[in-house]
């Protein structure tokens, strides 16, 4: 089966400037997480969706930042306006309903110059 | 939240040494997973191991619940096996413990 995957893989972009991130989980997982690394720093959950519902956005630093989820499949993070701070990797992860196992893409890196 | 603590925060090893790397956490979790990130920045799963001990190849991981720790073991370390390594423990969502950055050397 094909693994989580997100796109792009790396984005540079002006401090100002709009970025959308997108994340395609695994097919028929209805666990979709964002994470991501900033600055060098540990991973942070920035949040949670059941199929297209917002379980959980504790995590999200801002209104800056916008996640949707059309239709319980594909997700994107919008980035809007981005700032130097907002460099760093961004990580989807997924997993079926009831288990605790997940899948994390291989992330997109952002760089805010 | 639940904290987690890796240790040691830096390793440099020379290629064909072993490694230990431990992960302590703070409360009862469902879930314990072992991710290398790779120089590329990728996130790569290595161990979803919520108990007891999985091998894979050169790598194992032991996890101890009842005492809220974890270890993962590198045998005979190749110079791929440098990045960082993430412990992240699961309570409704991942908790990533600051990663343990590994320099294998030939």
């Known amino acids: 089966e094909a693994g989580v995957t997100q796109f792009p893989s790396h984005s540079v972009i002006e401090k100002g400037q709009t970025v959308t991130l997108r994340c395609d989980p695994i097919?028929?997982?209805?666990?979709l997480y964002w994470y991501r690394r900033v600055m060098g720093k540990e991973i942070k959950f920035l949040l949670h969706f059941v199929k297209e519902s917002k379980q959980d956005e504790s995590g999200m630093p801002n209104n800056r930042f916008l996640a949707e989820r059309t239709g319980g499949t594909y997700s994107t993070l919008k980035v809007q306006p981005a700032e130097l701070e907002d460099s760093g990797v961004y990580f989807c992860?997924?997993?079926?309903?009831?288990?605790?196992?997940?899948?994390f893409g291989s992330g997109t890196r952002l760089t805010v110059v | 939240g639940i904290q987690v603590e890796q240790s040691p925060p830096d390793l440099i090893l020379q290629e064909g040494a072993n490694s230990t790397l431990r992960c302590n956490f703070s409360?009862?979790?469902?879930?314990l997973q072992w991710f290398h990130q790779n120089p590329w920045g990728q996130l790569i799963n290595l161990f979803y191991i919520p108990s007891g001990t999985k091998q894979n190849g050169r790598l194992s991981a032991t996890t101890v619940a009842t005492e809220r720790y974890s270890l993962l073991y590198i045998s005979s370390s190749q110079t791929t096996d440098s990045g960082v390594y993430f412990c992240?423990?699961?309570?409704?969502?991942?908790?990533f413990g600051s990663g343990t950055k590994l320099n294998v050397k030939p």
């Open positions: 409360d009862s979790v469902n879930n």
């Open positions: 992240a423990v699961n309570f409704n969502k991942f908790y």
């Open positions: 992860a997924s997993s079926p309903i009831d288990t605790y196992g997940y899948t």
């Open positions: 097919s028929g997982h209805d666990n």
